[in-house]
T-cell receptor
Framework: RKEVEQDPGPFNVPEGATVAFNCTYS??????FFWYRQDCRKEPKLLMS???SGNEDGRFTAQLNRASQYISLLIRDSKLSDSATYLC????????????FGRGTQLTVWP | EPEVTQTPSHQVTQMGQEVILRCVPI?????FYWYRQILGQKVEFLVS????????KSEIFDDQFSVERPDGSNFTLKIRSTKLEDSAMYFC?????????????FGPGTRLTVL
């Protein structure tokens, strides 16, 4: 069973574009939700946590729909430096420390 | 800014050999983790460690794997008899809590190549 599923992309967008990534999770006991970013051959880095009410951090907006078990990430005004793989990550209720990663969605922003 | 460090950055070994991957978590963190990422695949949880014992391990973490915190700063992953399929990037992570929305900080990884 795949705990977390994402569209692998790749997404290729011009600078300034708005791009949205989606993610679904299979376990209804999932408790915490995150978007991580991973540059090529580097470690994952936390981009933002995703809260039930949705949250925004500058150009990034994350949404959570628990009923549909769906998470989204919207990037506005894309920059070249946004090029990376975006990882959808969840924890499951009984094992809060363990992170379940999706395979990631690859984004390339071109000038 | 405090960070997780890992050594070596790249380890090449022969099948059947033992390897030890080393990590220095962030100094005030209490929870430690190992993950691995086979090339082109997702990041997978191996094990979590707290209070000098394993809190949880995945099905990947079989008898050939072990973890240890030999002193106050290092956290190691040992693979006793490496297989070709153990070739992957191994990431160490640490966090100061394990509650909801806790952030895990990842080290830069050790690339393990088994020949």
């Amino acid at each position: 069973r795949k705990e977390v599923e994402q569209d692998p992309g790749p997404f290729n967008v011009p600078e300034g574009a708005t791009v949205a990534f989606n993610c679904t999770y299979s376990n209804s006991a999932s408790q915490s939700f995150f978007w991580y970013r991973q540059d090529c051959r580097k470690e994952p880095k936390l981009l933002m946590s995703v809260y039930s009410s949705g949250n925004e951090d500058g150009r990034f907006t994350a949404q959570l729909n628990r009923a549909s078990q769906y998470i989204s990430l919207l990037i506005r005004d894309s920059k070249l430096s946004d090029s990376a793989t975006y990882l959808c990550v969840v924890t499951v209720g009984s094992t809060l420390g363990r992170l379940y990663f999706g395979r990631g969605t690859q984004l390339t922003v071109w000038p | 800014e405090p960070e997780v460090t890992q050594t070596p950055s790249h380890q090449v070994t022969q099948m059947g050999q033992e390897v030890i991957l080393r990590c220095v978590p962030i100094s005030n963190h209490l929870y430690f983790y190992w993950y691995r990422q086979i090339l082109g695949q997702k990041v997978e949880f191996l094990v979590s460690f707290y209070n000098n014992e394993i809190s949880e391990k995945s099905e990947i973490f079989d008898d050939q794997f072990s973890v240890e915190r030999p002193d106050g700063s290092n956290f190691t992953l040992k693979i006793r008899s490496t297989k070709l399929e153990d070739s992957a990037m191994y990431f160490c992570a640490s966090s100061d809590t394990q509650g909801t929305h806790n952030e895990q900080f990842f080290g830069p990884g050790t690339r393990l190549t088994v020949l």
